[in-house]
């Protein structure tokens, strides 16, 4: 088979963030947005956000990278400078996005 025949545009796919916690806390489970395929800046990005230059996690700038993965059904950006979502929410999201990409 050849590699080309793998590719494809991204697609925006439709993700819920359903566990019991977040189901007993909202009344229903959440539903959020990304592409199915993501590009290599944000792949090579991830990787290098991992750690910095300390061996220290960098929080800020992963969360800076990920707000591009958790979008509308339109295709943007949920998290702004102005608007952000509730911790725990978040974390759950983080989970999903990176569960869905893995596979």
Same mark, same amino acid.
Not at 28 to 54: C, G, K, V, Y
Not at 67 to 87: F, H, R, V, W
């Given at each position: 088979?050849?590699?080309?025949?793998?590719?494809? /545009?991204?697609?925006?796919? /439709?993700?819920?963030?359903?566990?019991?916690?977040?189901?007993?806390?909202?009344? /229903?489970?959440?539903?959020?947005?990304?592409?199915?395929? *993501?590009?290599?800046?944000?792949?090579? *990005?991830?990787?290098?956000?991992?750690?910095?230059?300390?061996?220290?996690?960098?929080?800020?700038?992963?969360?800076?990278?990920?707000?591009?993965?958790?979008?509308?059904?339109?295709?943007? /950006?949920?998290?702004?400078?102005?608007?952000?979502?509730?911790?725990?929410?978040?974390?759950?999201?983080?989970?999903?996005?990176?569960?869905?990409?893995?596979?």
């Amino acid at each position: 088979m050849k590699l080309s025949t793998l590719t494809k /545009e991204p697609q925006l796919i /439709e993700l819920l963030i359903d566990d019991k916690d977040i189901v007993k806390e909202y009344g /229903e489970a959440l539903s959020f947005h990304t592409w199915d395929r *993501q590009p290599m800046h944000i792949f090579t *990005q991830l990787a290098n956000m991992s750690q910095d230059n300390d061996g220290k996690q960098d929080i800020g700038g992963m969360l800076n990278l990920v707000k591009q993965l958790i979008l509308d059904d339109e295709g943007k /950006e949920i998290i702004t400078d102005k608007a952000s979502l509730p911790t725990n929410v978040l974390m759950s999201v983080i989970k999903k996005v990176t569960e869905t990409l893995g596979k």
